[in-house]
């Protein structure tokens, strides 16, 4: 049966990510079911926010969190105490609430302080207020911890290992297209430019994590110090693909096929310097097959 127009090129399957968050809801209901925390609602809605793409994301987003969560706790005990329910100091809180987190930069925690805030005002309480609350952040926390453990111990994400597969992804292409070049025909550039500006990305990502998470940096550093080189390969390619244009038909054949040496040369020259040797590629197979 022949999937939808709509549906075509897109991964079906669910991402790691999304079957983790499964995962940490599950098991934070069956704790909040064992233990005597009343509001399971609370911890689901913790651990699906709380999931994050990498072991440094879910870091920096857990400690937002959970300064979030017992602010929104507080300010919601404080409003509670004065008027449980009312729809105009609930607004007030909110505000306050997010006043607070962005004066404190708590970008990440935010939204679960929100949701500790509307817990502790709009939920009945089932004894005096301030258990109330204590227990409502109790159960945030506890949606918090499970999310950062299931992310640490359920196949950790590592931006090393997505800079290694975006690098020979790219090196695959600019391979592909220096193929077409040589032939004379179509090169994938936009393809290329964009594999280029993800492995960017991806290391900017690595970069960004904590020391003690990424792995070799000396091997990231050896990529990134190509990114300069698979740019300028990109748009060497651009002026060989521009001499097969119709529009350029009226350049002489003779001094269009030195223009076309030129950027030949130069995009040989740049793929020596950008795409591994044959001896890094038995070097690296010999390795993977080590491991």
Known sequence: MKAPAWLEGKRLAPGLRVIKTGMAVTLCLFLSYTLPFGQPFTSAIAAAVMMGKSIDVSLRTARDGTVGTLLGAAVGLLFSLWDPGNAGLCGIGVILTLYLCVMLHLERGTLLAEVAFFAVTLMPPGGPYWLHALTCAADALLGI???????????????????????????????????????????????????????????????????????????????????????????????????????????????????????????????????????????????????
Do not use: W
């Not at 640490?152 to 292409?173: D, F, K, S, W």
């Not at 110090?225 to 054949?253: W, Y």
């Not at 076309?260 to 097959?289: D, F, I, N, Q, W």
């Open 145 to 291: 911890l499970v999310a950062l453990a299931v992310n640490l111990i359920v196949m950790p994400h590592h931006y090393a290992g997505e800079v290694r597969e975006n690098y020979q992804t790219l090196c695959a292409v600019a391979a592909q297209a220096l193929h077409a070049a040589r032939a004379g025909a179509p090169a994938p550039c936009k393809e290329l430019a964009g594999q280029t500006e993800k492995l960017s990305q991806s290391i900017q990502a690595y970069v960004s994590e904590r020391r003690l998470l990424r792995g070799s940096d000396e091997e990231i550093f050896r990529i990134s110090c190509k990114l300069t080189q698979f740019r300028e390969f990109a748009q060497e390619l651009g002026n060989v693909q521009l001499l097969l244009s119709p529009e350029n038909g009226r350049i002489p054949d003779e001094e269009r096929e030195i223009i076309r040496r030129y950027h030949m040369a130069r995009l040989e020259a740049l793929a020596v310097a950008c795409l591994p040797s044959k001896e890094e590629r038995e070097r690296k197979g010999t390795s993977m097959a080590k491991e």
